[in-house]
């Protein structure tokens, strides 16, 4: 089982209306937790290592927004809705900006896989050209 991003409390305290899942069990907000955080680490794990250190509120976000979108699918929603609709496009958001992380377009909050690792470190690069030699120390 992968990491779970939002505990049940956290989804209670999201700011959504409380008729919205007040008579959802517990038991089904963890599941949908669950499932929406391994939907969430499929694009992840494209540029981070999981599990991951620390987490970040724009991940929790997005992950809560996922979270409110099969929610709302699991309780059936009304195309005719604004609410309805306006939650289901935040859950469409929130898919499009996991796959701008996992194309690398944004990244997220907080996360650090590798602490110990300077990544911005002197870098050298050599390059050869005839018998001469060009050393620089920036970025390559």
């Known amino acids: 089982m992968g990491q779970v991003y939002v505990t049940a409390e956290q989804f209670f305290e999201s700011g959504l209306p ?16 669950r499932e929406c955080s391994s939907l ?18 724009d991940l929790r976000g997005a992950v809560i927004r996922l979270m409110a979108g099969e929610i709302l699918t699991y309780r059936g929603f009304s195309t005719e809705s604004k609410a309805d609709m306006a939650i289901m496009d935040r859950a469409s958001e929130a898919r499009t900006w996991l796959r701008d992380v996992a194309k690398g377009l944004v990244e997220i909050e907080g996360v650090d896989a590798t602490p110990d690792l300077d990544e911005n470190g002197p870098q050298i690069a050599v390059s050869e050209s ?4 060009l050393w620089t120390r920036s970025r390559c």
Not at 40 to 57: F, I, M
């Open 18 to 33: 409380e008729d919205f899942f007040s008579d959802l069990p517990s038991e089904t907000i963890e599941r949908i937790a």
């Open 40 to 57: 969430a680490d499929s694009y992840l794990r494209k540029r981070h290592t999981l599990p991951l250190v620390t987490v970040g509120e």
């Open 130 to 133: 005839g018998r001469s030699r």
